[in-house]
T-cell receptor, first 112, second 114 residues
Framework: GQSLEQPSEVTAVEGAIVQINCTYQ??????LSWYQQHDGGAPTFLSY????GLEETGRFSSFLSRSDSYGYLLLQELQMKDSASYFC?????????????FGTGTLLAVQP | EAGVAQSPRYKIIEKRQSVAFWCNPI?????LYWYQQILGQGPKLLIQ????????DSQLPKDRFSAERLKGVDSTLKIQPAKLEDSAVYLC????????????FGPGTRLTVT
């Protein structure tokens, strides 16, 4: 079967750095995506890692280690607007297509 | 460009009633997805279309849920009859290609079954 684990909640202060971890067990693994979802809003794409290493996009970075079945999302210079849920999602190949399997999400609370 | 459109935004029905949701993906996006998101959980894929053909419906409760994508554009998801446990947000997403790692989500339909 497929499983993903991420912390349920993380709290940090404005201006700080926070890391959200994601471990997975899956077959047919292609890569790891990260999505942000504000309360009542739609998930929005943040980043994708297909290869080992770090991908940087502005204040956000994402890391993948395929050998450890592990990845993380790093958020720097935290702002109040970063308070949201963050989902890791594994891209897997099954049958005729690729699909995303989402984790249960990490609720990030940024405090002043 | 316009985003993914969904309607209605909210729906309240009684159990055993039927309901339908509509989705219009981003223009030109070949792949369309329907997800169910229960409060406090991540989105769960119900069905995936490539153009107007189904490529994955392994988690769709086919005894009560159905979906179609006519002409490879708009899509509808139907529940008949609804159960209390169907209360959730139903999200539609689309992606340009088949890789699917970057999907664009609509605002969702919040369904409450009483």
């Amino acid at each position: 079967g497929q499983s993903l684990e991420q912390p349920s909640e993380v709290t940090a202060v404005e201006g700080a750095i926070v890391q959200i971890n994601c471990t997975y067990q899956t077959s047919g693994f292609y890569g790891l995506s990260w999505y942000q979802q504000h309360d009542g809003g739609a998930p929005t794409f943040l980043s994708y890692n297909a290869l080992d290493g770090l991908e940087e996009t502005g204040r956000f970075s994402s890391f993948l280690s395929r050998s450890d079945s592990y990845g993380y999302l790093l958020l720097q210079e935290l702002q109040m607007k970063d308070s949201a849920s963050y989902f890791c999602a594994v891209r897997v190949y099954g049958g005729a297509t690729n699909k995303l399997i989402f984790g249960t999400g990490t609720l990030l609370a940024v405090q002043p | 460009e316009a985003g993914v459109a969904q309607s209605p935004r909210y729906k309240i029905i009684e159990k055993r009633q039927s309901v339908a949701f509509w989705c219009n993906p981003i223009s030109g996006h070949a792949t369309l997805y329907w997800y169910q998101q229960i409060l406090g959980q991540g989105p769960k894929l119900l069905i995936q279309f490539q153009n107007n053909g189904v490529v994955d419906d392994s988690q769709l409760p086919k005894d009560r849920f159905s979906a179609e994508r006519l002409k490879g554009v708009d899509s509808t998801l139907k529940i008949q009859p609804a159960k209390l446990e169907d209360s959730a947000v139903y999200l539609c997403a689309s992606s340009a290609g088949t890789s699917g790692y970057e999907q664009y989500f609509g605002p969702g339909t919040r369904l409450t079954v009483t």
